[in-house]
């Protein structure tokens, strides 16, 4: 059974770091692209970044460039989302999605096929 399960989120203020961690069961993630994405009260889930199965590659949001870091570890089955210098409109929800079909990075939700249950993020100002 395909799951994949968050942890880390929290309450932080403005200027702080956090990270989140994404643990994966059920299926091959060392072959899987990972992705992050996040979702506000009242808006669409947005792409945040996106690692290749081996780490070599990494894409980012043009927002979060600079100050997000988007991690792998093959042999712990865990995808990591290092935050640092945090603001309030980075406030959301934070999902971990797999990508099992293909090793190129993509930006849309519809190309993943696993999710995990999200874990809140909180930036106070």
């Known amino acids: 059974q395909v799951q994949l399960v968050e942890s880390g989120g929290g309450v932080v203020q403005a200027g702080g770091s956090l990270r989140v961690s994404c643990a994966a069961f059920?299926?091959?993630?060392?072959?899987?692209?990972m992705g992050w994405f996040r979702q506000a009260p009242g808006k669409e889930r947005d792409f945040v970044a996106a690692?290749?199965?081996?780490?070599?590659?990494?894409y980012y949001e043009d927002s979060v460039k600079g100050r997000f870091t988007i991690s792998r570890d093959n042999a712990k089955n865990t995808v990591y989302l290092q935050m640092n210098s945090l603001k309030p409109e980075d406030t959301a929800v934070y999902y971990c999605?797999?990508?099992?079909?293909?090793?190129?990075?993509?930006?849309?939700?519809?190309?993943?096929?696993?999710w995990g249950q999200g874990t809140q993020v909180t930036v106070s100002s």
């Open positions: 999605a797999a990508d099992t079909r293909r090793f190129s990075l993509r930006v849309g939700a519809r190309d993943y096929d696993a």
């Open positions: 690692i290749s199965w081996d780490g070599s590659r990494s």
């Open positions: 059920g299926f091959t993630f060392s072959t899987s692209t």
